[in-house]
């Protein structure tokens, strides 16, 4: 089967595994990779199947997790850092800049654009509408190729427009590597974009590309002065470090009652400000409702405190910790 390796610098490498698939097997594919057939160099560098790790120092281990490498799978070779996060731009400015050549190799017909209605333009078919390349070039990207057709809302594949396996990979490469920098153990470098995992915890890591001293959390350069070397956080500025701390505020309904500034949601873990109203926060981005002061979801705020939304369900602010976030690797 084919699959595509994703080198720390973001390059793509093609490879056949067997689909007898054994660990040394894919020490030796992971070592033409990356030009070595030193297993100690091989080894120093950590393997997922987009975020499910693969141990690949434990025969044994490795048989347990193999069964995610699938056909055209992305493994990303990750740096190891023994001594969060904001987004690389990477593979997004591969995807975006290799959409205009893609979208050259589909098949167009003479036909109204249903979005900008010119009528004398080339236009391709998603599902039950016609586009010209323009709008379906915003429309593809604005929907981050997580799209369904404008009118009967079905989910379009990426492989019912792209004619290209290579570029249908890098796409869906660029959701795993989100997914997978959602990991508070997953970085990527600022100066030269390599892809990093923490296997400590300690915020003052050195890149194994670059050399660059940084936190590893909020991504600054190290600054001995004013950060802290110590686990999951470099000091009050750091990201998880702020995404867990809160002051608290007047309640709006009762002057005499205080509620925390903002939170983290339990769900996606978006970060969210209290907006002066109610104790129930509605997540902008999943949608999630929970309280501001025990951090359970509504419904269960409700059943559990017999609360409303204008009163208090516990007397303290559930503190939120580190351990809430997800890891490629578990505590």
């Known amino acids: 089967m084919q699959v595509f390796f994703r080198t720390p610098n973001g390059r793509l490498v093609a490879r056949q595994l067997l689909d007898t698939l054994t660990l040394d097997d894919f ?26 790790p693969l141990d690949v120092k434990n025969a044994k281990e490795f048989d347990k997790c193999k069964q995610h490498i699938i056909k055209e799978c992305n493994i990303f070779v990750l740096g190891r850092l023994l001594g969060g996060s904001t987004f690389p731009d990477t593979l997004q400015t591969i995807v975006e800049q290799q959409l205009e050549d893609e979208l050259d190799k589909v098949a167009t017909h003479s036909s109204e654009c249903s979005i900008c209605l010119d009528t004398d333009t080339d236009c ?63 970085q990527r470098c600022l100066n030269c974009n390599v892809l990093m995992h923490n296997e400590t915890m300690s915020s003052c890591q050195t890149c194994v590309k670059c050399h660059r001293l940084f936190c590893f959390f909020c991504n600054r350069n190290w600054n001995a002065a004013t950060m802290l070397n110590r686990q999951n956080s470099c000091g009050k500025e750091c ?53 501001f002061l025990c951090l359970e979801e509504e419904n269960e705020c409700k059943r559990i405190h017999k609360s409303q939304y204008d009163h208090a369900c516990v007397r303290t602010p559930v503190s939120q910790t580190y351990s809430m976030f997800p890891r490629l690797v578990s505590l």
């Not at 404008?150 to 869906?172: G, H, N, R």
């Not at 795993?176 to 920098?181: G, H, M, N, S």
Request: glycine share 4%; charged share 25%; hydrophobic share 35%.
């Open 27 to 52: 020490i030796k594919t992971a070592g033409d990779v990356l030009g070595t057939t030193i297993r100690d160099e091989i080894l120093s560098w950590r393997y997922t199947v987009g975020s499910k």
């Open 239 to 291: 990201v998880y470090e702020t995404m867990l701390s809160f002051q608290l505020v007047r309640f709006h309904y009762k002057r005499d009652m205080k509620i925390p500034s903002r939170r983290t949601c339990p769900r996606c873990f978006n970060f969210g400000a209290y907006d002066g109203k109610c104790k129930y926060h509605s997540c902008t981005v999943c949608k999630f409702t929970f309280c």
């Open 124 to 186: 391709l078919k998603a599902c039950c509408v016609w586009m010209c390349s323009e709008d379906f070039k915003s429309w593809i990207l604005d929907k981050q190729f997580k799209t369904s057709c404008i009118l009967c809302s079905k989910v379009i594949m990426l492989k019912d427009i792209f004619k290209s396996p290579e570029y249908i990979a890098t796409v869906q490469a660029l959701e795993d590597e989100k997914q997978l920098l959602q990991n508070m153990d997953c």
